[in-house]
């Protein structure tokens, strides 16, 4: 992968800029920029950028914290997203990876390696993203909370754009145009409803947020078919899952030895969300090893955030 090295005075957008590609449904957007500002502007296109996550959040600080949400199952995560970024390592040089087109990349994808790293390895200053045509109208479907359910969904033609579990409720979500939607609503399975809503697309984007975004104290990967035996297991009762790929937020105080039991029962991980860079339990030696490496190459002076051992 060929990395080029500018001096820090000369990102792609200036400070809170953007740059749309209109006709090649991509963007490039200032890292302290906010989604809803984002949104705002590409809405001028008809276009929209399919993340859920705090509409008032810097988009460099969703990207650093791998916040998508359960959005992801129809349009993906900031992996599928991000075409490129620019970063300052530790050092102050200016890293540009990647760029507008989708094959760019001849090695390490390092427009990747951003996502998720909670500014241990660089500070975004811009960010390349494909867009999505926004959706005209949205449609709520609610079911009874069995996970089960959405493996019959899955390969349907009635695969949704979104799916939460919650303690009383499965909720399903599509959106598209009218048509799209009304072929969704006349298709879903009307002796399993519990409740149908059409509704618009900011309707269902903060109905998403108040499933999944409200404050957590803790997070659980399992496999999907084993969320109510995580739950059974570690006795909680305020919680929220992502049913397509089996991530579990938990909004109450708990015993963090009794999650991480229950879910290495179920061949799962916890994790508290105040471990930010934590590594202890959750990777293994050798991955430690290659992530003190790779702060070492990115950081040596250690002036970005610290990668922290339990």
């Not at 879910?263 to 930010?276: L, W």
């Not at 934590?278 to 430690?288: F, K």
Request: net charge neutral; aromatic share 10%.
């Amino acid at each position: 992968m060929i990395i080029e090295y500018r001096q820090p005075n000369s990102p792609l957008v200036a400070p809170g800029g953007m740059e749309c590609f209109a006709r090649d449904m991509t963007v490039t957007i200032s890292a302290d920029g906010t989604l809803s500002a984002a949104q705002a502007k590409l809405a001028e296109f008809n276009q929209w950028l399919p993340i859920d996550g705090d509409i008032q959040s810097a988009l460099g600080e969703l990207v650093e914290n791998n916040s998508t949400g359960p959005l992801r199952l129809g349009y993906g995560g900031w992996r599928d997203l991000l075409l490129g970024v620019q970063f300052l390592n530790g050092k102050g040089e200016l890293i540009t990876a990647g760029g507008r087109t989708v094959k760019n990349v001849a090695g390490y994808d390092l427009s990747k390696f951003m996502v998720g790293q909670r500014g241990i390895f660089g500070r975004l200053v811009t960010l390349t993203s494909r867009t999505y045509r926004r959706p005209v109208e949205a449609l709520s479907a609610r079911f009874a909370p069995d996970v089960s359910f959405v493996n019959t969904l899955m390969p349907s033609p009635l695969r949704p754009q979104w799916c939460l579990l919650t303690p009383d409720s499965l909720f399903c979500g599509y959106l598209g145009d009218e048509r799209t939607v009304e072929f969704y609503r006349r298709g879903l399975p009307q002796r399993k409803l519990m409740e149908l809503r059409r509704r618009s697309v900011d309707e269902d984007v903060s109905h998403r947020m108040n499933l999944w975004s409200a404050p957590a104290t803790f997070r659980a990967a399992v496999a999907p078919a084993k969320i109510q035996d995580f739950i059974e297991r570690a006795g909680v009762q305020k919680w929220a899952a992502d049913a397509a790929f089996g991530v579990v937020k938990i909004f109450q105080a708990a015993d963090f030895s009794k999650l991480q039991s229950a879910a290495e029962a179920v061949g799962g991980k916890v994790f508290g969300e105040s471990q930010r860079s934590q590594l202890d339990g959750v990777y293994n030696d050798a991955e430690r090893a290659l992530l003190v490496r790779l702060k070492q190459a990115f950081d040596p002076d250690g002036k970005l955030e610290p990668l922290e051992f339990k």
